[in-house]
Each structure stands twice: as structure tokens, then as C-alpha cells.
């Protein structure tokens, strides 16, 4: 990652002007009418077919997949076709979901142990009263250096959620080590986006001044060496910390770290 160094030093009005700009896209995708701040419900589906109120058609579930009958509801659509007869969707566990259309908002259907629907509305409330995201000023001190150590093989790592009596379950291909205030710390990683990775963290100032469940911290791929950056000007609330209808994991066992990371989002206005 480059942070602007200059003649061996950081350009520090470059590294802000960066961070600025990484938090304004950040916001703009907080803010797409149709993501996590548009939850304006989360029901887990039955085994038996129910209707829910507001929605088309009847929902539920077996031990393989979820059910979606229209039962004649028009103005449904799913993967761009109008959806005229019951849709079966056989999803993996703890991963992405599909969405069903219908009149203004979208409905997710989504496997987290047992398979629920979420309703993302554009005019739910959260949205229309997003103010961005407090976070702690840049500071280049922040940019740590790591080392990636794969394992020989990815560990199933189970993690719970923020909603109680749930976990998920992830593989986690390696630790990154790296030093801080005159100490090594480890953090399990998971795999991240484009050959990166994903850490999920809390630190001593969880529950103070940022999000008390976790934050997430996007690493980009490791060089040659295993070197990796954390850039911790840019740790993240997840979506629970905005909206109570997410399924969030926990950081793994481990991943808490003894000292005060003030670097990053701080705890959003929603549960301010």
C-alpha cells in the first residue's frame, strides 16, 4: 500500500487526502439504497409456509433450502425474470445470499444455520437518517508492517455472532504477526476480497469509543515475503453496528488486542 513517502518520509497531506477519499467511497456504499442500512426487518423462516406481513407469497424452509411460493402475487422478480412459480434456493452456509424484488424493496434470502429473509427498504429510517461515520482522525503511526504466516492447510475456525445462540463457521488460511509498542501480537485472518485478507478485532477501546462486538480490517494480498500492511486508519464498523437485523460474526478466539487501537471508525451514531 502506498501511503506517500516522499525522500523517505510520509507526505502526510497525500496520506490524508488518500484516507479522506477512501472515506467518502466508504460512506457512499453505507449509503446505496438497497444495502446494510436499508434492513428494516429480519424474520427466520419456518418449516411450515407462512406469509409475512408486507411481502408476497408464502416463505419457508427444510433442512436443505429455502421456499418461496408467489401463490399468483405479481410484480415479483428474481435474477431479473418475473417470478411466476415456487423458487428453491439451496444456499451455502455463513456465505452471500440472493434477493427477490418485489414493488420498492428487496428481500434477501440468506443461510445463517437455519435460512432467514431481511427486508431492505430505501426508505427505511437508518438510511434516511445516515450522517456518515464518526472515525478517528489519519495518522500514518497507524500503518503497521506485518508478516503473513500461512498454516499448511485452511483451519476451520468457528466464530460467533452477535445474535445469540448463532455462529458461523470460516476457513482461516493463516496469522499475520506484526509488533506493537514493543510486543508481538498474532490475529487469525480470514480470507479477503481480490487475494487479500479479512481480520476481524477488538481492541481496548471496544465498547469505549468504537463498536464493542468487533471491527474489520481489510489487508491487501501479501508480497513475496509474506510482508503485509495494516492500515488501521481504515478498521471498519461491520453492519451489525448499524442495524440490529444483521447476523455479524465474532472475532476468533485470539484476535482481541491489549492495547488502544484509536485509529479507524469509532462507534456510529445509530448506537451513539
Given at each position: 500500500m502506498d501511503i506517500g513517502v516522499v525522500g523517505g518520509q510520509v507526505d502526510v497531506d497525500r496520506f490524508v487526502a488518500d484516507w479522506r477519499a477512501w472515506k467518502e467511497d466508504r460512506e457512499r456504499d453505507l449509503a446505496d439504497p438497497y444495502g446494510w442500512l436499508a434492513l428494516v426487518s429480519l424474520d427466520w423462516l419456518e418449516d411450515a409456509?407462512?406469509?409475512?406481513?408486507?411481502?408476497?407469497?408464502a416463505w419457508w424452509q427444510d433442512e436443505e433450502a429455502a421456499h418461496f411460493d408467489p401463490r399468483?402475487?405479481?410484480?415479483?422478480?428474481?435474477?431479473?425474470?418475473?417470478?411466476?412459480?415456487?423458487?428453491?434456493?439451496?444456499?451455502?452456509?455463513s456465505g452471500s445470499g440472493t434477493r427477490v424484488t418485489a414493488g420498492g424493496v428487496e428481500i434477501e434470502v440468506a443461510r445463517r444455520g437455519g435460512y432467514l429473509i431481511r427486508v431492505h427498504d430505501p426508505e427505511a429510517p437508518v438510511l434516511r437518517g445516515f450522517r456518515g461515520v464518526p472515525a478517528y482522525e489519519p495518522r500514518p503511526e497507524w500503518v503497521l508492517t506485518g508478516v503473513y504466516e500461512p498454516f499448511d492447510e485452511p483451519r476451520p475456525t468457528t466464530v460467533g455472532a452477535v445474535v445469540?445462540?448463532?455462529?458461523?463457521?470460516?476457513?482461516?488460511?493463516?496469522?499475520?504477526?506484526?509488533g506493537h509498542g514493543g510486543a508481538?501480537?498474532?490475529?487469525?485472518?480470514?480470507?479477503?476480497?481480490?487475494?487479500?485478507?479479512?481480520?476481524?478485532?477488538?481492541?481496548?477501546t471496544?465498547?469505549?469509543?468504537?463498536?464493542?462486538?468487533?471491527?474489520?480490517?481489510?489487508?491487501p494480498p501479501p508480497a513475496a515475503d509474506g510482508t503485509v500492511v495494516l492500515?488501521?486508519?481504515?478498521?471498519?464498523?461491520?453492519?451489525?453496528?448499524?442495524?440490529?437485523?444483521?447476523?455479524?460474526?465474532l472475532p476468533p478466539e485470539g484476535n482481541r488486542l491489549p492495547f488502544a487501537v484509536e485509529a479507524g471508525e469509532k462507534t456510529p451514531h445509530e448506537r451513539s
Open positions: 409456509p407462512r406469509a409475512y406481513p408486507g411481502l408476497p407469497g399468483g402475487a405479481g410484480g415479483v422478480f428474481h435474477d431479473g425474470g418475473p417470478v411466476t412459480a415456487p423458487l428453491r434456493f439451496e444456499l451455502v452456509q445469540p445462540g448463532l455462529s458461523h463457521v470460516y476457513a482461516a488460511p493463516g496469522v499475520v504477526r506484526f508481538e501480537h498474532a490475529l487469525t485472518a480470514f480470507n479477503g476480497r481480490d487475494g487479500g485478507l479479512s481480520i476481524l478485532f477488538t481492541d481496548a471496544s465498547g469505549v469509543t468504537t463498536y464493542a462486538a468487533n471491527r474489520s480490517l481489510a489487508v492500515d488501521l486508519n481504515r478498521a471498519v464498523n461491520l453492519p451489525c453496528a448499524f442495524t440490529d437485523h444483521a447476523t455479524c460474526p
